[in-house]
């Protein structure tokens, strides 16, 4: 949803820094990798051992490099079908690490089973979600939008860890309740995507 309604406002911000980047040598795969590789390091050594600021931050700051991946390959002038793959694979791990780390805070340091299985849910409706947008792709069909697609996703896992970090109780079992249960609608919402456009094409 916020890619709808944010993307020309954050592209003012990222495209001329994506073009000093690009004039700097660097790659928008290599911007990708080095991105996901910060964001799955921080999730899995932060939150596992209860620091939860420090993994917020550090996860949030790694993950915004994302935006700076298209902004390069925007300022080369084009992107290749290697790159957004590759894209789509980073983003997927990042997103496992995050979740699979906040369980495991959850399960081992919290003690909170409830709080630990709306991680795993969240986990698994996260990559279920991104699978049905690549498959319907894949087969000529779309499934755009959604009420929470990845920075969503982001948003509400890392609030829920920042603000329980700052010592608000339940914030984190709150957040990926609330994560799972809009998880599940837009699930139904890309499968009633697909739907559609697969009726347009035999209509």
Known sequence: MLNIFARASVSRVTDPIGAVLVRAGLTPNAMTVFGTVCAIACALVFFPNGMLLAGTFTVWGFAMLD???????????????????????????????????IAWWCFLVEGNQRAAAAALVCLVLAQVISYVKARAEASGLTADGGLVERAERLIIALVGTGLEGLGVPYAVEFSLWLLAILSVITLFQRIAAVAKAAREVTT
């Open 67 to 101: 935006l700076l991946d298209g902004a390069m390959a925007r300022a080369r002038g084009h992107g290749t079908p290697f790159g957004a793959v590759l894209d789509a694979t980073c983003d997927r791990l990042a997103d496992g690490a995050l979740l699979a780390a």
